[in-house]
C-alpha cells in the first residue's frame, strides 16, 4: 500500500487520522459480521435439533452401546459441518455454536451491542462465558452491570470487572465451584512453528503459582550465577529437567532428598512464598518452591534434556539426512519437520528402527520390509507415516492413536489395499459410520469428504508416499 506523504503537519495528522478511523469502521463491520454470525449459529443449532423424518440422523437411534441418538448424531455432525465451512476445530466450533446460542437466547443487550459495533466479539465471548456459570433469573441484572463497562473499556480490563461482579452475584460458594473447576484440570499440547511446541497446564491457581515461582527462583539463582541464558530459557529448561528428572532436584513436601551430595531446602528459606495446597487426598497442606525443585542446582541443559528421551513416537528421516549429506529436515509423527540435529540425537536413542526407505529425489516409498496379509504391520506403519493424524477434515489426532478405516466398508466389497485405508479417530469413525458423512480416495492419499448439506472437503496426507505398495490381492 503506498500512501502519498502529506506536505505538512496538519495534512499529515488529518491523513493519520482518516486512516485510523478506517480501521475503527472495519472493527464495528467485523463486530457487526460477529453478531450476524451468531445468529446464523443459533438458528442452525435450533433448526438441526428438529430432524425430519427419514433423514440419515433420524434413523441412527437404534438401540446399542456403541450407537448415537438422533439428537446427539444431529448435534456432532452439526459441529463438524460448521468446523469445516469455518476451518476451525471442532471444539471451538462447538463452543462457538453455544457461545452464539447463549447469546442470542438469553442476552439480548449484547447482542444488540456487538451488532452496532459497541464491542467486539471478544467482548461479547467473556461476556457469554462468564454469564454461563450464573442462574438464568440473573443474567439481565449481570449484563445491565457489566455491559456498559464492556463498552468503554479493553477486553482484558472488562474481564477483570466481570469476574468481580460475577463473584458477587454467584449463589455458590467460591470453594464449591473451586471444587468443580478443579475437575477439568488438564495438559494439552500445541505445535508451533520451528520445531517448537506449547506445552499448557490448567491448574488450581495456588498451585500454578506455586510451580512458577520455584522455576522463577531457580531461573535467577543460576541467572546470578553466572548462566549466560536467559531467564525465560532458564526457566524453560527448569520445567523440562524437573519433569524428565535431569539437572535439578526434586522432593516432596516435607522431606529432603540427596543429590551431588547436596540436600533441598525443606522450604524454610528466607523469602519463600508459601502456598496453601488441597493433595488429591483432600489433606490441606503448605508448599514453598523449595518443596518442588532445589533452586540451587543449575538448571539442565539442551543436550541434557535431549538426553533423557528414548523415542516412543515416530519420527522420519530421510537417509541422507541421517549421514549428513542432505540438508532434507526429519518429520516428528503428528508435528511436522524437526531440524536435523535434534533428530540425529533422538534416532541415536531410540530403541529400534524400523526400515523405510524414500527415493531422496522423489519421496517415493520403495520398500517397508516383507508383505503381510490384514494389514500388515508394515503396512500400518507405512500408512501411519503417510497420513499423520486422523483424516477428517481439521481433525489433529495422531494417527497411533486412531482406527484404519477401510474408505470403502469390507461388507460392500472394500479391499485392505493402501488406497482403501485411512485413519480415522474413533470419533470421526462413528460420524462416518453412522451419520450422513461420506468419503472416497481420489488417488495419492487424498481423500474427498461429502458432508449431509453435501458440501466437500479434501484432506491430504501429510506425507507424500507415492504409491509403490501392493493392493489387497496381492498382500493376500
Known amino acids: ?74 448435534r456432532r455432525s452439526l459441529r463438524s459441518e460448521v468446523a469445516c465451512a469455518l476451518r476451525i476445530p471442532e471444539r471451538t466450533a462447538e463452543t462457538l455454536i453455544a457461545d452464539s446460542v447463549r447469546l442470542v437466547t438469553a442476552l439480548p443487550a449484547t447482542l444488540e451491542s456487538l451488532s452496532s459495533g459497541r464491542i467486539s466479539w ?16 440473573a443474567l439481565p441484572e449481570f449484563e445491565t452491570l457489566v455491559l456498559p463497562f464492556a463498552e468503554t473499556h479493553t477486553a482484558t480490563r472488562f474481564n477483570q470487572k466481570a ?45 500454578a503459582h506455586a510451580v512458577f515461582d520455584r522455576l522463577d527462583r531457580a531461573a535467577v539463582r543460576a541467572h546470578h550465577d553466572g548462566d549466560p541464558r536467559t531467564l525465560a530459557q532458564l526457566r524453560a529448561d527448569t520445567f523440562a529437567g524437573v519433569l524428565l528428572g535431569v539437572g535439578v532436584g526434586v522432593a516432596r513436601s516435607g522431606r529432603t532428598k540427596k543429590r551431588s551430595g547436596r540436600k533441598l531446602d525443606s522450604g524454610s528459606g528466607r523469602g519463600s512464598n508459601v502456598y496453601p495446597i488441597h493433595d488429591p487426598h483432600g489433606v490441606l497442606v503448605s508448599i514453598t518452591g523449595a ?23 515416530q519420527i522420519t528421516v530421510p537417509v541422507l539426512t541421517l549421514l549428513g549429506r542432505d540438508d532434507t529436515p526429519a518429520t516428528l509423527d503428528g508435528y ?29 516409498v520403495r520398500s517397508v520390509g516383507r508383505k ?34 477401510h474408505t470403502q466398508e469390507w461388507h460392500n466389497g472394500g479391499t485392505t489395499a493402501h488406497d482403501n485405508l485411512a485413519h480415522l479417530c474413533e470419533e470421526h469413525h462413528r460420524l462416518k459410520t453412522l451419520s450422513g458423512w461420506s468419503v472416497e480416495q481420489i488417488g495419492d492419499g487424498t481423500l474427498r469428504w461429502t458432508s449431509p448439506l453435501g458440501k466437500t472437503y479434501l484432506t491430504h496426507p501429510t506425507e507424500t508416499m507415492g504409491s509403490t505398495l501392493p493392493k489387497s490381492s496381492d498382500v493376500a
Open 291 to 313: 518443596d518442588i525443585l532445589d533452586s540451587t542446582l543449575p538448571a539442565p541443559t539442551l543436550e541434557e534434556i535431549l538426553a533423557t528421551i528414548r523415542p516412543q513416537v
Open 372 to 405: 503381510r496379509y490384514r494389514i500388515p504391520k508394515e503396512l500400518r506403519r507405512w500408512l501411519q507415516t503417510r497420513d499423520g493424524t486422523c483424516r477428517f477434515p481439521g481433525c489433529g489426532k495422531k494417527a497411533g492413536r486412531c482406527h484404519i478405516d
Open 122 to 137: 471478544r467482548h461479547a465471548q467473556l461476556l457469554v462465558e462468564h454469564a454461563y456459570t450464573l442462574p438464568d433469573s
Open 163 to 207: 469476574r468481580v461482579v460475577r463473584e458477587r452475584m454467584h449463589p455458590e460458594s467460591i470453594e464449591l465451584r473451586h471444587t468443580i473447576a478443579n475437575a477439568d484440570r488438564y495438559v494439552a499440547l500445541e505445535p508451533a512453528k520451528d520445531g517448537m511446541a506449547f506445552l499448557t497446564a490448567f491448574l488450581p491457581a495456588a498451585t
Open 1 to 74: 500500500m503506498n500512501t502519498p506523504i502529506p506536505a505538512t503537519p496538519a495534512a499529515h495528522n488529518e491523513a493519520l487520522g482518516a486512516l485510523v478511523d478506517d480501521a475503527a469502521v472495519a472493527a464495528r463491520d467485523e463486530a457487526a459480521a460477529a453478531a450476524r454470525k451468531a445468529r446464523a449459529l443459533a438458528a442452525a443449532h435450533a433448526l438441526s435439533l428438529t430432524v425430519p423424518a427419514g433423514s440419515t440422523a433420524s434413523g441412527a437411534s437404534a438401540a446399542g452401546p456403541h450407537e448415537w441418538s438422533s439428537a446427539e448424531v444431529a
Open 336 to 364: 511436522g519437520p524437526i531440524d536435523q540435529d535434534t533428530a540425529r540425537a533422538l534416532t541415536s536413542r531410540a530403541p529400534s528402527l524400523m526400515r523405510l526407505l524414500t527415493d531422496p529425489e522423489t519421496g517415493a
